[in-house]
């Protein structure tokens, strides 16, 4: 023990970090564990006091969308498919939007195709029953007359309702005419003239004795006149099919509460 201690202090000596001017290298310096340990200090102070802040808002977060997470997770079957045929109709549409403007792969047949649609708009016919009804001199075809006037009444009424809770834009940015205006046909769910096409055919081959060529002919254009607003990019599919079947359950409300000949004559009289 006595020898092993003179040879430490020999290597003390000898060694060159020992020396005064080397002393501050092999001590740590105070001020950065001091700054170390303040700034560790504050950061988990800081982490407590926001996690003391965030737990109260993550709280109430998961407590008020629940519901809706797990709808966005976990969609419901119903929910993909009318999303999925949503979206089919939609690229349907679009794609059979040919004269929707002039530079469309059909646009120079929009007039053409527009004058078609006219064909089954509210005012024509209107004016056209009530210029029959009054050149009319019998009592049954007034009393045709007369509510083929109330099964057009009530189409413009009941389509402008149905569409102004809807108001489902068109699949293109189409402005509605003038006449679209007067008839309150300013949305796309469901088709005005699709409806009106479809009711009118269905009352004329009902009431009129057609031959069958005219049946064929009043059926293909009705038709035409439905899908004549998806060419114009005016309406979805979907808005058309829904027309026609708006149509038809118009067509049976009006044979529901059919006006007598006599109702229709006192009526009359009474304009």
């Given amino acids: 023990m006595p020898a092993s201690q003179p040879r430490s202090r020999a290597r003390d000596r000898n060694n060159v970090l020992n020396r005064t001017e080397f002393l501050s290298l092999n001590q740590p310096l105070k001020g950065n564990q001091e700054s170390r340990s303040s700034g560790r200090k504050q950061s988990s102070q800081a982490g407590a006091a926001g996690a003391q802040n965030s737990n109260p808002k ?15 997770l976990n969609p419901s079957f119903k929910g993909i498919a009318f999303n999925s045929l949503l979206a089919i109709d939609i690229c349907m549409s679009k794609r059979l939007g040919v004269c929707a403007n002039r530079a469309s792969s059909w646009g120079g047949a929009r007039s ?36 083929l006037l109330l099964a057009l009444l009530l189409d413009i009424m009941i389509v402008a309702s149905l569409q102004k809770l809807a108001k489902r834009k068109g699949p293109y940015d189409i402005n509605p005419g003038l006449l679209d205006y007067l008839t309150m046909d300013t949305y796309a769910f469901p088709a005005g003239h699709a409806s009106r096409a479809a009711m009118l055919s269905k009352f004329f081959l009902n009431h009129l004795v057609l031959a069958i060529p005219l049946r064929i002919l009043l059926v293909l254009w009705a038709l035409c006149v439905g899908f004549s607003r998806v060419m114009i990019g005016r309406h979805h599919i979907t808005d058309v099919l829904s027309g026609f079947v708006f149509g038809y359950l118009q067509f049976r409300l009006v044979e529901l509460i059919w006006m007598s000949s006599n109702t229709c004559q006192m009526l009359i009289s009474i304009w």
Avoid: F, Y
């Fill in 58 to 72: 993550e709280r109430r977060q998961s407590q008020q969308l629940p519901e809706e997470d797990c709808m966005q």
């Fill in 112 to 147: 053409m195709i527009s004058l078609l649609g006219i064909t089954g708009h509210g005012i024509p016919w209107i004016a056209g029953t009530l210029i029959c009804l009054v050149k009319s001199s019998t009592l049954a075809g007034q009393e045709v007359l007369m509510n």
